[in-house]
């Protein structure tokens, strides 16, 4: 075998890296992590294993992450190079198990198709992958792992220095309501915008025909998620993503979420998030 070959960093959009030996352990056998059943594909090195794992997202999507694991203790993922603005997806999505695979920076959120509110400042789906990794370690039970130690870098935009994310959610409970969206969003002074976007959920489920809930999300006059009415029985979501950043143009100025869920007779879940990348 051979040494792992020098990663190409034109081909890299934003890559997450931790080390194991500066958390409680003095070295790792990187084949541990050979036994993660999430695990797509693999090389194995003389210092360590290069591969792409799957992780799974609350709804069922799942998420492709490039990974390193070295024999010096490094955990190193990213994304590839995507096209800036991605595409804009809005899809019906039928049950958990049909849900859509998108591909962007937007999957920094990690689970941004959550319909709870369960996304936090420290985690991103590139840190989730080295957690999922580092599990798998012989010595895994004398590592101290905290997501803040897990650090983000951007080749794509190598003058960022942050990544902000935020979300609002709401729900109708009570048959007949409406919940609306005004949630904002803005930057100070001197804050250079590299990349921004608005991804939002409605999620719908009933047993029983006769039922009814709609739902749509907007940032400022751009959809994010259609406009949709759902009936009859099933379990359905609607997901979107749009490109935000020619709407947020000057700093100091509040750009609003809009959009409402309706409790027809069924209960309703709506989300809406943002991403920033800045410098």
Known sequence: MAN??????????????WNATQHGVSSIDPTDVLSNPNIISYTQYDNGIDGVISITRKDGSKVN??????????????????SVPESDEIDVVDA?????????????????????????PTQSILERAIYDLAQYLSNWSA????????????????????IYQDSEREECLDSGTTKYFSGGLSYTSGVSLYYARAVGVVYFSYASSGNSAKGKLSFEDLTVVSETTFE???????EGSINILSK????????????????????????????????
């Open 4 to 17: 792992l070959p020098d990663l190409d960093t034109e081909e890299i959009g934003i890559i997450a890296f």
């Open 65 to 82: 992450v490039n990974f390193r694991v070295k024999g010096d203790g490094w955990f190193i993922t990213w994304f590839p190079r995507y």
């Open 96 to 120: 958990w198990s049909n849900a859509t695979e998108p591909d962007g920076y937007y999957n920094l959120l990690w689970d941004w198709t959550d319909e709870g509110n369960n996304i936090t």
């Open 143 to 162: 590592i101290t792992y905290s997501e803040s130690d897990v650090g983000h870098y951007s080749y794509h935009f190598s003058e960022a220095t942050g």
């Open 232 to 238: 009859d029985e099933g379990s359905y979501r609607l």
């Open 248 to 279: 947020i143009t000057s700093s100091g100025v509040v750009y609003r979420n809009s959009g409402y869920i309706h409790n027809g007779t069924r209960n309703i879940y709506g989300k809406i998030s943002h991403i920033v990348i800045f410098g």
